[in-house]
C-alpha cells in the first residue's frame, strides 16, 4: 500500500510561480510511476504530468505550454511539479497519484493509477 500527500498549494498571482510536492510512505517508491492531475471546478479531472521510476522518462499534457515541470527525489520519497507563469485557468485541486505497473503509453489516464492523494488546492488570481 503507497499513502500519498500533497502540499505546496495556495494562492498565487498570475505571472507567479508554485512547486508542489507529493511525499510517499509505504515500501519501494523507486519503482513507481507517479503522476499528477488537476480539476478544476466543474470540470473532470484532467492529466498533467508523469515521470517514469527513474526521473529520467517524463511526459506532459499537450496543452501545458511548457510550463509545468515534473521531478522526483527518489532518495526522499517525494515528487515535484514546478508551475511557472501560472495562469488563472491553472485553478484546480491538484493531486497525485501512483502505481507500480502501469503501462507507461497509458500513463496519462487517471484509471492507470492505483494510489491518489486527497489534493492540494491551487488558486491563481489576476
Known amino acids: 500500500q503507497v499513502q500519498l500527500q500533497e502540499s505546496g498549494g495556495g494562492l498565487v498571482q498570475a505571472g507567479g510561480s508554485l512547486r508542489l510536492s507529493c511525499v510517499a510512505s509505504?515500501?519501494?517508491?523507486?519503482?513507481?510511476?507517479m503522476g499528477w492531475f488537476r480539476q478544476a471546478p466543474g470540470k473532470e479531472r484532467e492529466f498533467v504530468a508523469a515521470?517514469?521510476?527513474?526521473?529520467?522518462?517524463?511526459q506532459y499534457a499537450d496543452t501545458l505550454e511548457g510550463r509545468f515541470t515534473i521531478s522526483r527525489d527518489n532518495a526522499k520519497n517525494t515528487m515535484f511539479l514546478q508551475i511557472n507563469s501560472v495562469k488563472p485557468e491553472d485553478t484546480a485541486v491538484y493531486y497525485c497519484a501512483a502505481d507500480y505497473s502501469m503501462n507507461w503509453v497509458r500513463a496519462s489516464r487517471a484509471s492507470e493509477y492505483a494510489f491518489w492523494g486527497q489534493g492540494t488546492q491551487v488558486t491563481v488570481s489576476s
Open positions: 509505504g515500501r519501494s517508491f523507486s519503482s513507481l510511476t
Open positions: 515521470i517514469k521510476w527513474s526521473g529520467r522518462v517524463t
